[in-house]
């Protein structure tokens, strides 16, 4: 049986103030125990997020890392090294605004996820294609493509420490989402794919849905069989409305 997991990504929002109001306010939040949550912080806010929650059942990770593991002359960059020094768990690897805004490519995404698993974090590896993709009926080859780079490199043992994250780009912070059934065909596509490799690794990796979910989807979309949890964008930065997403995950 897997474990439910639900991650919030804060990416580029918040200060120290309204940090510590939203770490106090997900401390108020009725937690299944049974479903396990990360959130992920901007890098000049986890120390901050790693001291506050301490004491509460919630991991943090970073939403990026440096291909390089280590140190060195690269400016601007963290390493998974000194994420994980800093109390890091988790780390996004592959986020759709990575690739498209930032230009990473398939390769530089799979020394990410080498980088985290060196260091001891638990890469969570996003995948997903664009509403052109979609509309060319490419989805399917886009991520089976962006998957098979990480499998060739890193090996399908890698996968028993690694979450996957379905994100169709058109669905990230447009209010679309995909139907459940959409999510669920290449949740099940990706699963497949795996179990090519190693069924039992594939029958234990969570799978999440990002892409515009809020507590009013969240219930839908998690009852469907290849669906683990969710990858949290906006409704993460309401500690209301995350709290009912992660209960809504332990239903």
């Known amino acids: ?121 638990t890469p969570v590896l996003c995948l997903g294609e664009t509403l052109e993709q979609r509309q060319a009926g490419q989805t399917l080859e886009v991520v089976g493509r962006q998957l098979a780079r990480i499998i060739t490199d890193a090996g399908i043992a890698a996968f028993e420490r690694a979450v996957v994250a379905y994100e169709p780009v058109w669905a990230i912070g447009s209010g679309l989402t995909a139907t459940p059934q959409q999510a669920q065909e290449v949740h099940a596509a990706i699963r497949g794919q795996l179990a090519l490799e190693d069924q039992r690794i594939a029958d234990g990796v969570r799978l999440l849905y990002g892409g515009s979910v809020k507590a009013e989807n969240a219930f839908e979309l998690f009852e469907m069989a290849d669906i683990d949890g969710g990858l949290i964008g906006g409704a993460s930065l309401k500690a209301n409305d995350f709290g009912a997403i992660c209960r809504a995950a332990g239903n």
């Open 1 to 121: 049986m897997r474990r439910p997991l639900v991650a919030g990504n804060w990416k580029m929002n918040g200060t120290r103030a309204s940090v510590a109001e939203l770490i106090d306010a997900l401390r108020q939040q009725d937690m299944p125990a049974d479903v396990e949550v990360v959130i992920f912080p901007s890098c000049l806010h986890l120390a901050q997020v790693v001291s506050d929650l301490n004491d509460k059942a919630i991991a943090v990770g970073a939403q990026d890392c440096a291909a390089q593991a280590g140190f060195g002359a690269f400016t601007g960059e963290e390493s998974a090294s000194q994420l994980a020094d800093v109390g890091c768990k988790w780390v996004l690897v592959g986020h759709s605004e990575r690739r498209l805004i930032m230009g990473e490519s398939d390769e530089v995404v799979s020394r990410k996820f080498a980088a985290a698993l060196e260091c001891g974090m």
